[in-house]
C-alpha cells in the first residue's frame, strides 16, 4: 500500500539534448514513489476485492494493442524511481516495492511514450476511454482485470501526488507515461499522462 501525501512528483522526464525531438528523446525517469507503510493483506476468498500480492509478467490493452513483458523498477541513487530500459520499445515497469497489480492500494506501472528510435508501448495511453479493459497476467497464474475509470494529463511541476499515488481500500491501478507538448529547453515533456483504473472483482481467473 502507499502512504498519501509522502509522494514526490512523478517527472517522466527526458534528459537529452535541447536539439532532440519527442521521438529522438532518451529515456523517462520518474520520481520517486513512496514505500509501502504496511504490508497489503494477501488473504483472498471468492468475494474478495482483491487478490494476494504476485509480480505482474504481463500486460495487456486491446483497444490500443498493447501486449507487453514486465520488468521489476526500483527507486535509483538518485532518489527517482528507475524507468525501462530506454532502447526497450515493448516493456513496461511497475513499482516493484508497492503494491502488485490487482493486491489492495494502488499499483504503480510505468512505461516510455517513445524512444530515441520509435514510438514505445504506451504511444496511444492517452487514448484510451473509460471503460477500456486493462488484463495483467501475473506469477501465480492468475489475470487481474482492471477497467478504466479515467484518463487525465498533470503539467509535471504540478503533479498530483495525493490523487495518483494515495493508499485505496481496493485494488487500483495507475499508468503513467510522458504527456503534453516537449519542451527542448527543459529537455522534456511538460506532463504526465495517468490512466486511472479499478479490479474487476469477478476478474481474477487462473491460466
Known amino acids: 500500500m502507499l502512504t498519501p501525501l509522502t509522494l514526490a512528483v512523478v517527472a517522466l522526464s527526458w534528459t537529452g539534448p535541447t536539439s532532440t525531438p519527442p521521438l529522438s528523446a532518451p529515456a523517462p525517469v520518474v520520481s520517486q514513489p513512496a514505500t ?5 493483506d494477501t488473504r483472498v476468498t471468492a468475494a474478495s476485492p482483491w487478490l494476494p500480492r504476485s509480480a505482474p509478467t504481463r500486460l495487456f490493452i486491446p483497444s490500443i494493442g498493447v501486449d507487453a513483458p514486465f520488468t521489476d523498477l526500483a ?19 511497475w513499482f516493484a516495492a508497492g503494491p502488485s497489480p490487482g493486491e489492495r492500494g494502488t499499483a504503480i506501472v510505468a512505461g516510455h ?4 528510435t520509435a514510438p514505445a508501448v504506451f504511444a496511444s495511453l492517452s487514448t484510451l476511454s473509460p471503460g477500456s479493459d ?28 495525493d490523487r495518483v499515488y494515495a493508499d485505496t481500500p481496493d485494488a ?15 529537455k522534456r515533456y511538460t506532463e504526465n499522462t495517468v490512466v486511472f483504473a479499478h479490479l474487476k472483482t469477478t476478474a481474477a481467473k487462473k491460466q
Open 36 to 40: 509501502p507503510a504496511a504490508k497489503a
Open 75 to 93: 527507486i535509483g541513487p538518485s532518489g527517482q524511481l528507475d524507468a525501462p530500459p530506454p532502447e526497450e520499445t515493448n516493456l513496461v515497469g
Open 113 to 116: 511514450l517513445d524512444t530515441t
Open 134 to 161: 486493462i488484463n495483467i497476467v501475473r506469477k501465480d497464474g492468475t489475470t487481474a482485470s482492471f477497467v478504466v475509470d479515467a484518463i487525465d494529463n498533470f503539467p509535471q511541476d504540478k503533479f498530483p501526488d
Open 172 to 186: 487500483q491501478l495507475r499508468l503513467i507515461t510522458c504527456g503534453g507538448s516537449y519542451d527542448h529547453s527543459k
